[in-house]
């Protein structure tokens, strides 16, 4: 083992550490500091109003909603499609693996407008879908259809190095012994991804919550409806509801911190299983 890292004078060693230390402070934490005094800057009742306002309660439940359905969704698929590319070999799978990096690579204003292309009123299929009374854009379906696709990579991300690292063997030693194929999904394959899959649901509902440009684009921004919880702070602070929109903020930064801690909290379940299995 190298002791390079560990032999560096202490002059370097502290100033890395300021420096990296400092980046929080400037970058992260003082902006979320300041989101925070700016919403409290008009006293706690203004700040509670802001909140519990119809629209910020509209589009609070909007984007709970939408995340409750988008995050078992992209669980069943990440699953579906890590079990795949490291359980078999086919054709193509390098093609596959290249397409799950998509809406990374894409900007998210511009999956919004392929959906407006696609499933808008005034497209054939929009068109089709509007004879059975079945909106898309402008509602709901397509809030949740926009941010499944900007959300979809992260837990197959997450379980396909992780699945590729613990190999096939368990499997066929199962198969072997006469076991089926859901009896090893649910016996052998799920308890060894259980946290990794837990780690990607949380990466993905953190995004889920915090979309911003693919929803804007199919939302229409209709108030009390089709705003989710970063609309609904675009809106107050395009309006010069500069105190109301930094406390609805607020709340997004609520949601970020617990979900820091679910993930920190995962990350040492996901280090202390691969410890003990050694993978």
């Given at each position: 083992?190298?002791?390079?890292?560990t032999g560096d004078p202490l002059w370097v060693r502290v100033t890395l550490i300021a420096i990296t230390v400092g980046f929080f402070l400037l970058f992260l934490f003082l902006p979320l500091?300041?989101?925070?005094v700016e919403g409290l800057k008009k006293g706690v009742e203004v700040f509670w109003a802001a909140w519990t306002e119809p629209a910020a309660l509209s589009a609070?439940?909007?984007t709970l909603m939408t995340t409750a359905i988008v995050v078992p969704l992209n669980a069943a698929f990440g699953v579906a499609a890590a079990w795949a590319i490291t359980k078999f070999t086919f054709r193509g799978k390098a093609f596959l693996i290249s397409l799950l990096d998509l809406p990374f690579a894409?900007?998210?204003?511009?999956a919004g407008l392929v959906f407006v292309l696609l499933l808008g009123s005034r497209t054939p299929f929009g068109e089709w879908l509007g004879t059975f009374g079945i909106k898309i854009i402008f509602s709901t379906p397509g809030i949740v259809l926009a941010t499944l696709f900007v959300t979809f990579p992260f837990v197959a991300r997450e379980l396909i190095p992780l699945m590729q690292a613990q190999g096939r063997e368990e499997e066929e030693a199962a198969l072997t012994l006469g076991a089926r194929g859901w009896q090893i999904f649910w016996r052998v394959t799920l308890p060894n991804i259980k946290w990794g899959l837990l780690y990607g649901m949380v990466l993905c509902n953190a995004r889920a919550i915090g979309e911003f440009g693919a929803v804007s684009v199919v939302s229409g921004h209709i108030r009390g409806q089709?705003?989710?919880v970063p609309l609904h702070i675009e809106i107050l602070y395009s309006e010069y509801s500069i105190t109301a929109s930094f406390a609805v903020a607020s709340l997004l930064?609520?949601?970020?911190l617990i979900t820091i801690a679910l993930k920190a909290w995962l990350e040492s379940r996901f280090d202390k299983q691969e410890k003990e299995t050694g993978v």
């Open positions: 083992m190298s002791t390079k890292a500091a300041l989101v925070l609070l439940g909007l894409i900007s998210p204003v511009i089709t705003n989710t930064v609520l949601l970020a």
